[in-house]
Every structure is written in structure tokens, then in C-alpha cells.
Nanobody
Framework: QVQLVESGGGLVQPGGSLRLSCAAT????????TGWHRQAPGKQRELVAA???????DYADSVKGRFTISRDNAKNTVYLEMNSLKPEDTAVYYC????????????WGQGTQVTVSS
């Protein structure tokens, strides 16, 4: 069974940095697109960043120039480097992946809390 396991969230001061990781484990043939969403209290979940199997990336306007998404295909892991963090970046961050595992399915991580506060 495929699972996505996230790590790297926490409390950081405004202007600080965090790096999120999401490792996919299980019977994985390949990972197509993958990336991160976030959900702040009282708000809808929104796309933060995505990366395709060929390395093409897409970012929400609110994080362009501050966040960088990358992936290590050998490790089935996607990363989100977050710099110049703002209080409005506070949210639960969820990784997702479109995975071929005999079928083609979307998987989600359990979420990791990122809190930006002084």
C-alpha cells in the first residue's frame, strides 16, 4: 500500500525558512505529478506548488520567488523549500502525488503544520 509521509513543519519567525519533505513508500511504479497544497483555518485548501515528472514547476502567485519545489525520483521524495516566510503562510501543508501502482491514483499525506509567528 502506498503512503506519503511528510516531515519538516514547525514554528518559525517571520522571515525565516523551513524545508518540507514528503516521501512516498510502497508499491510504486512511477510518480507523475506531485506537489503541495495548504489549508489555513477557515479557508479552502489551495495549491502551493507542483512539479511534473519532467521537472516542470508551477507556483501559487503568493509564494513565487520565496518557495522552491524539487523532487528526487530515486528516493520518491518531493521537497518544498520555503524562504522569507510570512504569517499568512501559516497553514497545514499537505503533499500529494499521482502514482502508478498498478493503477493510477492520487495519494495525500497526513499534513504537517507550519506556523509563522513572532
Amino acid at each position: 500500500q502506498v503512503q506519503l509521509v511528510e516531515s519538516g513543519g514547525g514554528l518559525v519567525q517571520p522571515g525565516g525558512s523551513l524545508r518540507l519533505s514528503c516521501a512516498a513508500t510502497g508499491s510504486i511504479l512511477s510518480i507523475l505529478s506531485t506537489g503541495w497544497h495548504r489549508q489555513a483555518p477557515g479557508k479552502q485548501r489551495e495549491l502551493v506548488a507542483a512539479i511534473t515528472s519532467s521537472g516542470s514547476t508551477d507556483y501559487a502567485d503568493s509564494v513565487k520567488g520565496r518557495f522552491t519545489i524539487s523532487r528526487d525520483n530515486a528516493k520518491n521524495t518531493v521537497y518544498l523549500e520555503m524562504n522569507s516566510l510570512k504569517p499568512e503562510d501559516t497553514a497545514v501543508y499537505y503533499c500529494y502525488a499521482m502514482i502508478r501502482d498498478g493503477g493510477l491514483r492520487a495519494y495525500w499525506g497526513q499534513g504537517t503544520q507550519v506556523t509563522v509567528s513572532s
